[in-house]
């Protein structure tokens, strides 16, 4: 065909022209020339292609094609090309049906295709096809229907069924490293997620191997994880979820992975590997890739569990996540002694204390003097575990993320708690003598009512006392 003319098709579109020298008589006479001739007799071809052999290159994604004749690559149908495990008369066996790719040769009788990233990612994916070294694979043939493609006159290939596949015949294994694309670093729900160049072995990965760092070329704030979970299979796209450790680790670092412009990941060849067992190219801690979707912290902190002790006058108050201990509002923080208590005597808002100063998941308070002796002065709250519980409103505390924490207000029982069993102690007193009184003072709240004033004695100096007086209470 040329110029949109066809020639060699029929009758009417074959003639010949010769010049004197295109051959001689005996005597070494010249033909006589001639301009045009037109066919006596023309038969056209009616013979149907075959495929010969096949070659798989899954180092460069390359399929080439060899047939008996010129083939018209505009007849190629793609996915009436599939590739086999082995010979097979039943759908057991594993296949692939090729659906995109690029020819990138003429019409000719040698095809070469390359394969589309998903087509060749999706064989990779599957261990049972296109596998083992050079030239060495058991698991490489191909069936081809018979309209796959046709000859330059329209002829259909002669099809190569299941039953009878044609077996490769020159193949080359991947040797290529898998790079890292891109990631993706979600703070909300905890995970990552790696978008490879190829499709990678997920049970191969690493997580220890990977770190995280808040800049490209520094080391000065890093993180290195000790678990993860790998959440996908074995895929161009392979998520794993870190560990509650892990994010509230990260989480507690203020300079890092708090946005992505201080989110960048850096690993060495050991993280992954593909499914023909190539290392990962690495990334190198003074090269670290930033993250491409970094997306921020929307959750609430919530309030899990808390532990009283009245003998230290500690309160220790554990959370969902890490949080921000600077942000802690002790007057948020309500006792109860049950879940829905609300009658003056049975509940007890918090006015002070000194709250740890360390971010972390766990926060701990000293209750105030004042605090903790009113705690102890009602007798109907915080006597026990099953007469402490907790609730707080939202100004309580925020996260890293300045996401206030959610409200509680059905109260949590605590999940731990120590009686106070340390003796009170007579710190000072005060005698007024014009209104005959006497004030004692002790380093905590005292019970009225076992106040028993004939056990105090009056002395003359330091014991042993020279003159001592037992008061009566009379």
Request: hydrophobic share 40%; proline share 3%.
């Amino acid at each position: 065909k040329s110029n949109g003319k066809e020639i060699l098709q029929c009758l009417g579109t074959t003639w010949l022209s010769v010049t004197e020298e295109g051959a001689k008589d005996v005597y070494g006479n010249t033909l006589v020339a001639v301009p045009s001739l037109r066919v006596s007799n023309f038969t056209l071809d009616s013979i149907r292609p075959s495929l010969l052999f096949f070659s798989l290159d899954m180092n460069r994604g390359l399929i080439t094609l060899t047939f008996s004749e010129t083939v018209n690559v505009t007849s190629l149908k793609i996915d009436e090309v599939i590739l086999l495990q082995n010979s097979t008369t039943n759908d057991t066996v594993e296949s692939y049906v090729f659906s995109g790719g690029i020819v990138l040769t003429n019409d000719s009788d040698v095809l070469i295709v390359q394969i589309s990233s998903k087509n060749l990612n999706a064989i990779k994916k599957n261990v049972n096809l296109a596998t083992g070294a050079d030239n060495e694979t058991t698991n490489s043939h191909l069936s081809i229907a018979s309209d796959a493609i046709n000859d330059m006159n329209g002829n259909p290939v002669i099809a190569r069924t299941k039953e009878n596949p044609l077996v490769v015949q020159k193949f080359i294994s991947d040797i290529t490293s898998p790079e890292l694309v891109d990631f993706t670093f979600d703070i909300n729900y905890g995970f990552v997620q790696f978008t490879f160049s190829e499709t990678v072995n997920a049970s191969s990965l690493i997580a220890t191997e990977i770190v995280f760092q808040n800049q490209s070329n520094n080391l000065s704030v890093t993180y290195s994880l000790t678990k993860a979970e790998v959440e996908t299979d074995d895929s161009t796209v392979v998520q794993i979820n870190m560990s509650a450790v892990d994010l509230n680790e990260i989480k507690r670092l203020p300079l890092l992975a708090a946005n992505r412009n201080t989110t960048f990941v850096s690993f060495t060849k050991l993280f992954v590997s593909d499914m023909s067992g190539n290392f990962i190219s690495e990334i190198l801690p003074y090269d670290a890739k930033q993250v491409t979707e970094y997306i921020e912290d929307k959750t609430a902190p919530v309030l899990t569990s808390f532990a009283i002790d009245m003998d230290s006058g500690t309160m220790t108050i554990t959370f969902s996540e890490t949080v921000k201990a600077s942000s802690f509002v002790s007057p948020a923080v309500t006792l109860k002694n049950s879940p829905l208590a609300t009658k003056p005597e049975d509940v007890f808002t918090l006015t002070g204390g000194i709250s740890s100063r360390d971010d972390g998941i766990v926060i701990s308070l000293n209750f105030s003097a004042f605090d903790l002796n009113n705690l102890k002065s009602c007798p109907t709250l915080a006597t026990s575990i099953n007469t402490t519980y907790i609730t707080v409103t939202d100004a309580a505390i925020e996260d890293m993320s300045l996401n206030r924490i959610s409200s509680l207000t059905v109260g949590k029982k605590a999940t731990d708690y120590v009686p106070d069993t340390t003796r009170p102690s007579l710190v000072s007193f005060n005698v007024d003598m014009d209104d005959g009184k006497i004030h004692f003072t002790f380093d905590e709240i005292v019970n009225k009512t076992t106040f028993k004033i004939e056990e105090f004695i009056f002395q003359d100096s330091m014991a042993p006392a020279n003159i001592s007086y037992n008061m009566t209470g009379n």
